[in-house]
């Protein structure tokens, strides 16, 4: 039988679990068992829990068959412990190293006694922590041990469940049990610590309280937090059956009052619409349980006594009064706000009064670069499946010419753009949209990502100055509160997201649906894609695409290309991307002259290259999680792991060499990386296993329909238990390889009058649905009957008249002068929106190494 038993109860903490068992699993205390309790989570923390208990014989899972509450669950946890002494971790919290053997060597100098209780700290989505206000109180004692009687105030210590050890035995004596709904325990603890014949105490802090930047339930406005009420009721109830505990009953109800009128105070807790009904029923409870001859303590004599007359108007004068004062002693300097230009913001004003046109939809990738990446595959489908839908992009001036011809966009803050950001419901962008969109209620915000996760993204990159500096996280976090969903390419990136974005939202566990068309592509598909790149059959291509630096500004790939080239031979070819944000390198444009490599830098489509090459060598980038769809050879070039590991932080060991961890060979040096294709390793049996191990732990739902699933859930709001299921990877067949279609071009050129066409001659199990085209595109007018204008002559705004003249001058007459350039393209707005990424997050979702758009021969630096 264990010593311990910590009950962990779990309900969608995707991001936090791993970082939760780890901190018990780790502990030098090991004389333990972990219920994990499985609240029916509808995201990957049952699957996490698993994978925990197949590694681990101390972990006990126990999978509820329907969602019961926090209370409910860790009841069932109970139920399963056999430890000498209960402890409850919540499922997003952790233990500091060292936690247990300080609890177990307290217990034993306290001779085991029926409750323990610990300190804790909080800990911030910033990375401060903060200790408790209870060390002194707690350290008090030492090694002896007392009873609320002797000392009363330890009924004002943090009354939860997590911060104490409970004599299993004593726990089941008093039938102590949660209730369900919010504050369960609140009636668990004190009646805990009343009935505990013997209470020891420890200073040390054990357990890191994790305020997470959404909040727990408790954090979040509502009527459930009336669920306090009842939680009270449960308490008194137990002492009606309990005349022994009579003597406290004054100490219990001051408890009660003092955390009602904290409720009460907190805006995060209960709405101010709802603080007179909530106010109104802490006074029928106070009314209900005051103690005979009970006298409040002089600091709260004054609130005590407007809560006995139900004197709701007076409280909500005196927190009135007492949040002015505090806000002007907070006050530093004048307030600031940053307006923007007025022709902006009086004209996106006046359109967001007006209706949302509920079929325009906005589009954009990579901040406004083109039409590219995920949000170019959705909109595809919806083009056939939501045909309503008029889709709009949002695309930089310089990167118009590359457009497809018919592609309705705005170009950045013309007039038309800010019409555009007010009116459509639907919004679709692989990064975030800028600070100056306002949310209108109705509007959907999807977040497509564009990579999946290798190094640290969100709040996971504060530990590390080279990924977090220059950015200001609580403006992140801002932008992600505006998500509606977030689509994951795996549950690896669904944990990551979780953790690093910790904001409401649905996940979309769909997969990626720019790599619809590593299954979808054919054998012609292939071929075409090698021709268009003029690389002939028998001819080896290497896809060379090494990621971003953030610690270095003009990065240079570590490694000696031309050497490669000769080293690997004729048969070779080398196609070398660099990272968009590095622009076309000059050596490379040197290398590309001569022909010792194919700078493939600007070309338009990575899917494309992915297509036409027989490998991929990478060092980091996210490319390879969708490389890995083709089930072709990757190989992991890293001279410089350690750096950047180092400097931007990652979420796993990609050189580990574990299945899961290491997609295929990895190399250092030049010389070893010509070694692995001269002798054969990068195809051989052992690249092939780990290849087979990464697939099934990063693409399990990249199955042709992602973009499908996407468009039918959230545009046309079909259920997700409607939607089609994912193919197994077992049963899945992606685009062929480069030998493989053009066998199958040469066998079945004789055999067809159409040999370009080759779908009806591929075998049934080989998917072959053909790429989709872009249609011509027609210009959408918003609604006239909304008295919404077009721009013409004369625009006028909520603030004044805007008249615009045909060489695009204009005039604001309320707050100034702005003006508008002869392309329709207002100046720079006051708060210095740009088009490019924010300051320190230039890759934004993973790392910007997916597809991008063409870039236009004009434009100063690359696009893609």
């Not at 323990?116 to 090694?143: C, I, K, M, N």
């Not at 009128?261 to 909530?278: E, G, H, N, Q, W």
């Not at 979808?520 to 071929?527: E, F, H, I, L």
């Not at 180092?646 to 990895?666: I, K």
Request: net charge neutral; proline share 8%.
């Amino acid at each position: 039988m264990p010593r311990f038993s910590v009950v962990v109860p779990v309900y969608e903490v995707q991001g936090y679990l791993r970082a939760c068992l780890d901190s018990v699993l780790g502990q030098s205390f090991t004389d333990l068992e972990v219920v994990a309790v499985d609240d029916r989570s509808p995201d990957h923390s049952g699957r996490i829990l698993d994978e925990y208990a197949r590694r681990d014989p101390r972990v006990k899972v126990l999978h509820l068959p329907r969602n019961v509450g926090l209370g409910r669950a860790r009841n069932a946890g109970v139920e399963q412990a056999r430890g000498d002494y209960l402890l409850f971790l919540d499922s997003d919290d952790t233990y500091l190293p060292g936690a247990l053997a300080a609890v177990d060597r307290r217990l034993t100098a306290c001779g085991d006694p029926e409750l323990l209780v610990f300190d804790h700290q909080r800990s911030y989505w910033t990375g401060r922590t903060e200790p408790s206000s209870f060390a002194a109180q707690l350290a008090a004692t030492g090694t002896a041990t007392s009873t609320v009687a002797e000392r009363p105030e330890l009924l004002t210590l943090f009354h939860v469940a997590w911060n104490k050890a409970y004599r299993r035995d004593f726990y089941q004596r008093e039938g102590l049990r949660f209730a369900p709904g919010l504050y369960e325990d609140a009636p668990v603890s004190h009646a805990a610590m009343v009935t505990a014949r013997s209470i020891g105490c420890l200073s040390r802090i054990c357990v890191d309280y994790r305020q997470r930047h959404r909040g727990a339930i408790t954090s979040t406005p509502g009527r459930r937090h009336f669920d306090i009420f009842g939680q009270y009721a449960s308490l008194f109830a137990f002492l009606d059956g309990r005349p022994d505990l009579d003597r406290y009953r004054p100490l219990l109800f001051e408890r009660m009052v003092a955390h009602l009128l904290f409720c009460v105070r907190r805006r995060d807790r209960v709405r101010l619409a709802d603080r007179p009904a909530f106010f109104r029923e802490a006074a029928r409870l106070y009314r209900a349980h005051l103690p005979a001859g009970y006298r409040p303590a002089p600091r709260a004599a004054r609130d005590t006594a407007l809560l006995a007359r139900h004197a709701y108007p007076l409280f909500a004068a005196r927190e009135a009064v007492r949040r002015t004062t505090g806000a002007l002693r907070r006050a530093q300097g004048p307030a600031r706000a940053k307006l923007a230009a007025p022709v902006h913001r009086a004209y996106y004003a006046w359109q967001r009064r007006l209706p949302l046109d509920r079929d325009l939809a906005v589009y954009s990738a990579y901040w406004n670069r083109g039409v590219a990446c995920n949000p170019a595959a959705i909109e595809a489908t919806a083009r056939e499946l939501a045909p309503h839908l008029h889709p709009v992009w949002i695309v930089r001036r310089a990167a118009v010419p590359t457009l497809p011809p018919g592609t309705d966009h705005v170009v950045p803050r013309t007039l038309r753009y800010w019409k555009v950001l007010a009116r459509a419901t639907w919004f679709v962008n692989n990064v975030n949209f800028p600070d100056h969109l306002v949310r209108r209620p109705g509007q959907r915000h999807l977040m497509t990502h564009h990579g999946t996760p290798l190094k640290t993204m969100g709040l996971d990159q504060l530990p590390h100055p080279a990924a977090a500096n220059g950015t200001d996280f609580a403006r992140m976090l801002e932008r992600a509160g505006r998500w509606d969903y977030s689509l994951t390419s795996n549950p690896h990136s669904a944990e990551v997201w979780h953790r690093a974005f910790p904001c409401s939202y649905e996940d979309l566990p769909y997969g990626y649906p720019r790599n619809d068309r590593y299954t979808t592509a054919t054998a012609a598909d292939v071929v075409s894609a090698r021709e268009r790149l003029g690389l002939p059959p028998g001819r080896i291509a290497l896809l060379y695409a090494p990621t971003l630096r953030d610690y270095r500004t003009d990065y240079v790939p570590d490694l000696d290309l031309e050497e490669l080239a000769e080293q690997l031979g004729e048969r070779f070819v080398l196609l070398v991307r660099t990272h968009y944000f590095y622009g076309r390198r000059r050596h490379l444009r040197e290398l590309h002259a001569r022909g010792v490599i194919r700078d493939v830098s600007r070309h338009p489509s990575t899917e494309e290259l992915c297509l036409a090459a027989d490998a991929l060598v990478t060092d980091y980038s996210s490319l390879m999680f969708d490389f890995a769809c083709l089930d072709r050879p990757l190989v992991v070039h890293a001279p410089d792991w350690d750096a950047y590991r180092a400097a931007r932080g990652v979420c796993f060991d990609l050189l580990s060499g574990r299945p899961g961890d290491t997609p295929g060979p990895v190399t250092r040096t030049t010389e070893q990386l010509a070694a692995v294709f001269r002798t054969g390793a990068w195809h051989g049996a052992e690249s092939a296993a780990l290849r087979a191990a990464f697939r099934e732990r990063f693409c399990p739902w990249d199955d042709g329909h992602a973009a499908e699933r996407v468009v039918r859930r959230v545009f046309l709001g079909e259920d997700p238990a409607a939607l089609p299921p994912v193919v197994p990877l077992t049963e899945r067949r992606p685009a062929p390889s480069p030998a493989a279609a053009f066998a199958r071009t040469a066998a079945r050129t004789t055999a067809t009058d159409h040999p370009a066409d080759l779908r009806d001659d591929l075998p049934d199990d080989l998917p072959g649905a053909v790429p989709h085209e872009l249609p011509d595109a027609v210009s959408h007018e918003l609604p006239h009957e909304d008295a919404s204008p077009a721009i013409g002559p004369e625009q006028e705004t909520a603030d004044g008249t805007a008249t615009v003249t045909a060489d695009g001058t204009a005039t604001v007459t309320a707050n100034g002068t702005a003006t508008v350039t002869p392309d329709g393209a207002t100046p720079e707005t006051a708060d210095g929106a740009t088009d490019g990424p924010p300051a320190g997050t230039a890759a934004g979702g993973a790392d910007g190494d997916g597809p991008q758009p063409a870039t236009p021969a004009s434009a100063p630096e690359p696009l893609n």
